[in-house]
């Protein structure tokens, strides 16, 4: 494992993302947010650092200052509405990739959806399935998630990303633990997707990965 004292977050406001901010300070990480309305972050603490923002705002500048001795970065964020006519998690990550190489920012984690095919893959028929017919609406934001894994795969190897193909289905209590998977995905709520995405940062085999998540086996 590797120790990542200090995290930047992209969607700390989000259904995941405020479970991650809390569980990473819980902890004993520093966080720093970006957040459009910083009012949405239910969490207080002395180490979590809120910088208002939108990641369509952010100048090379001010993503140089956000990343300003961060060790890792979380990206959980996702707009069906903007994908819907754009890759704008791809330009993002474009944009961002390049800022983590100036800082000297070791490790990124992106979180996916579970209908996001890995790149060279196909998803199994039943998630086809559902991606064609009750989750069309969700088209584009499968396929910049695709285009994120492409980008990463083939112009940011030197950079320690992983990918979380989370199955996430609705706020709840926890309802174990999601371990990594190549084969099947579990649909998690939203806590357990954020404590499995705060032990992948930290896991070196996680690196270069982009495999979905499941529930232990009793």
Known sequence: MTTLPSLLVFGATGQTGQHFT?????????????????SKLAITHDDLDVVQG????????ALDALLEGVDA????????AAQSTRKVNTEF??????AMRRSGTRRLLYQAGGLSA???TRLPLPLRAVRSTVARSYIGQH????????????????????????????????????????????????????????????????VHTWDGSRYRRA
């Open 22 to 38: 809390r569980l990473a300070l819980e902890a004993g990480h520093s966080v720093r947010a970006l957040a459009r309305t910083p």
């Open 54 to 61: 939108s990641m369509d705002q952010v100048d090379d500048t």
């Open 73 to 80: 970065v979380a990206m959980m964020v996702g707009d069906v």
């Open 93 to 98: 990550v474009r944009q961002l990739v390049p």
């Open 118 to 120: 890995a790149p060279g």
């Open 143 to 206: 396929e910049d998630n695709e285009a994120v894994m492409r980008y990463l795969d083939d112009d940011a190897r030197d950079v320690e990303w992983m990918v979380h193909r989370a199955g996430i289905g609705a706020d709840g209590p926890s309802k174990g633990e999601l371990r990594r998977s190549r084969s099947w995905i579990s649909i998690g709520t939203f806590v357990d997707c954020a404590a499995y995405d705060l032990r992948m940062l930290g896991d070196d085999t996680a």
